[in-house]
């Protein structure tokens, strides 16, 4: 019955994102940076072919962000109806800008300068490898893609809360009232939520699934992230990730997060 | 025999339309959180749990408490408890009823709640809770209105209810372990990753369970005409002094472990919980009077002329209850929470339709034990 059920969502998604593509093209924003794009012509619009991977994964340097640059975190959440509810008790995020201090504090001794310790940091959901939010998820509402994108099922879950309690990293929101007065510009191309759901960060693959890049890669000008399958030698996040250390937020707990910090 | 929880004197019928007024106010608040979204409540992003799953935890324990009386009696033949097994299997049935509608209230997408069943998740902890709660509540009932029926019947109760009671004994403890595996296996809290979560559940349950029961059957013998028997009483009390003595040693234990390798993640959710963190002690006060309160039961309780004193007893009998209460049914789910994996320490305060709520399905639990007591009561008025 799941297998089914998933696979109509996924067929009608992409019946969705056929529909919307001709108008995402004239959008330049959508295009700009995307290497897939080039080459085709816009006179004969088609879907894109998708990006695919055996593993995706991020690299983030967060000493490339502007001070106070929030770029990312505006492209997201425009792209996925995220609401600005505006307190912190409600509020909903996929990305969100922490001080280097709380997201690495066992790398962050007294000793460390002041500008370093309090380096903003984008955080997101690290699409674990062995994430604790899938294993403990009572519905299968979130489940990890073979691509190892750890995904949300809306249209499942109950709203138990269990999968904000096992992520380790806080990358998890629940819509405590209903979001939609405060989607600023609802995204058609992208479903809205109802009150009562856990959300969180998806990699974009609606955007893979049309040969896009992640919104947030794509927003940045300083080129502060990549984006690409570390298995493939060629791809930008092996090009960052062989050039030195990288750090993972929390690796001690085994859960093998797919979101690399060089610093 | 379920006529007989329907008639009673004019202070029975005082107290069910108080209880009922109590459901309704908060069956009322509930229909308000089903428009508005659990924003209503306290809850928040970063402490995402609050009085609902606290109250699920903590009433797990009474359910699972009422081994106490079953396993002495029919693995024993300890014929004291003989006239008050049914009074804990009838607490354990109340106790699972409010646990279920605790986690209930608790969904965002309670329309959803079947889900549960559509997609089971064995690797799912909470999917194991459900089946466990279920099976506990349908073996409670089965056992404890069977056996009630024989009585009323003047019988024995048939052969095919000890297998089933003998079941109930290891499935009162899986009820809680299942429990206190839901906090204990998650690995980025530090406050609950701990072995000997399920252990302390256990001992506070144990103590607190039967100290409701101690009470309950001080009520019902002022008011009930039904005398539980001093053997009875005085035997609960002194489960409840050992179970108490466990629970609080297994706390130091875990402060001992904790505090002496001082490893930061586990040290500030106990420093939260136990003396607030910076200027954040609203708990910590709440955690001050569970503490005195569980010494000085405890000291209560190990004397024995004052355990023999029926007014001190039930001082004492309260004062295990308050005191376990705080710790599970308000520290111990909010505390796993704070402070938040980005180090925020971040206040969990419940709202008035939240507490609302929470009083509602109290209500609803008590109004069942005294349903079932007061039919309990004429059965055995009759023999």
């Known amino acids: 019955m799941a297998p089914t059920r998933r696979e109509f969502l996924k067929i009608a998604g992409f019946s969705a994102v056929g529909l919307v593509i001709p108008s995402l093209r004239s959008l330049p924003a959508a295009q700009a940076g995307t290497p897939a794009v080039v080459g085709s012509s816009p006179a004969a619009p088609r879907p894109l072919a998708a990006l695919t991977a055996k593993r995706w994964a991020m690299t983030v340097e967060p000493r490339k962000c502007r001070p106070d640059c929030t770029d990312c975190i505006t492209a997201c959440h425009l792209e996925h109806n995220v609401p600005a509810i505006g307190n912190p008790k409600d509020d909903v995020h996929w990305i969100g800008l922490e001080k280097l201090g709380h997201v690495f504090p066992a790398e962050a001794h007294t000793r460390l300068p002041d500008t370093i310790r309090g380096l903003p940091v984008p955080v997101l959901c690290n699409h674990c490898e062995n994430p604790p939010c899938v294993r403990v998820c009572p519905t299968q509402a979130t489940f990890k893609r073979p691509d190892g994108i750890v995904m949300m099922d809306y249209h499942r879950c109950i709203g138990c809360r269990f999968c904000m309690a096992a992520c380790p990293y806080g990358s998890r929101s629940m819509n405590y009232r209903d979001p939609r007065p405060f989607i600023r510009k609802i995204n058609p191309a992208f479903p809205t939520r109802t ?9 974009c693959d609606e955007r893979l699934a049309r040969g896009i890049l992640p919104a947030c890669v794509l927003a940045c000008k300083d080129k502060a992230m990549t984006f690409g399958d570390p298995e493939d030698p060629r791809s930008d996040v092996r090009l960052v990730l062989d050039r030195g250390l990288s750090l993972r937020r929390r690796p001690d707990l085994g859960t093998g997060p797919q979101v690399y910090y060089i610093l | 025999m379920l006529e007989k929880a329907l008639k009673g004197s004019r202070g029975y019928g005082i107290w069910v339309a108080f209880l009922l007024l109590l459901v309704a106010v908060g069956f009322f608040f509930y229909l308000r959180q089903l428009d508005y979204g659990l924003g209503i409540t306290g809850m928040s992003r970063d402490v995402s749990w609050g009085l609902y799953i606290a109250q699920f935890t903590f009433l797990v ?13 029919y693995l024993h033949d300890f014929k004291a408890f003989g006239r008050i097994t049914i009074l804990g299997e009838f607490l354990a049935v109340s106790a699972v009823i409010m646990c279920v509608t605790f986690v209930f209230v608790d969904l965002g997408r309670p329309d959803r709640a079947v889900n549960l069943l559509l997609y089971p998740s064995p690797r799912s902890v909470l999917f194991w809770d459900v089946i466990v709660l279920n099976g506990y509540l349908l073996l409670n009932i089965v056992t404890g209105w069977t056996v009630l029926e024989s009585d009323r019947k003047g019988v024995p109760p048939p052969a095919w209810v000890k297998p089933l009671i003998i079941l109930s004994i290891p499935w009162a403890v899986s009820i809680h372990t299942v429990t206190a595996f839901i906090y204990s296996g998650l690995p980025g809290r530090g406050f609950w990753l701990t072995a000997i979560m399920a252990p302390r559940f256990l001992a506070s349950a144990f103590a607190s369970g039967p100290a409701l029961l101690i009470l309950l059957c001080l009520i019902l013998r002022r008011f009930g005409r039904f005398d539980a028997g001093e053997k009875a009483i005085q035997t609960l009390a002194k489960i409840v002094t050992y179970a108490l003595a466990t629970s609080i040693f297994f706390v130091l234990a875990e402060l001992f472990t904790v505090f002496y390798s001082q490893i930061p993640g586990h040290m500030h959710h106990l420093t939260y919980l136990f003396a607030g963190l910076e200027g954040h002690n609203a708990i910590a006060r709440w955690m001050t009077v569970s503490a005195v309160t569980a010494v000085a039961a405890l000291i209560l309780l190990i004397i024995p002329r004052t355990r023999k004193n029926h007014t ?10 308050l005191s376990l209460w705080i710790e599970k049914g308000l520290g111990l789910v909010v505390t796993g929470f704070v402070p938040s994996p ?42």
């Open chain 2, 61 to 73: 324990g009474i359910a699972a408490s009422a081994v106490m009386l079953v396993l002495p009696y």
């Open chain 2, 312 to 321: 001190l007893l039930a001082l004492a009998c309260a004062g295990v209850f």
């Open chain 1, 195 to 203: 009150k009562g759901v856990v959300e969180k960060c998806n990699f």
């Open chain 2, 342 to 383: 980005l180090e925020t320490i971040t206040d969990y305060t419940p709202t008035g339709p939240e507490i609302a709520i929470t009083i509602g399905v109290w209500a609803l639990g008590l109004l069942l034990v005294t349903m079932f007591y007061k039919i309990f009561v004429s059965v055995k008025d009759q023999e």
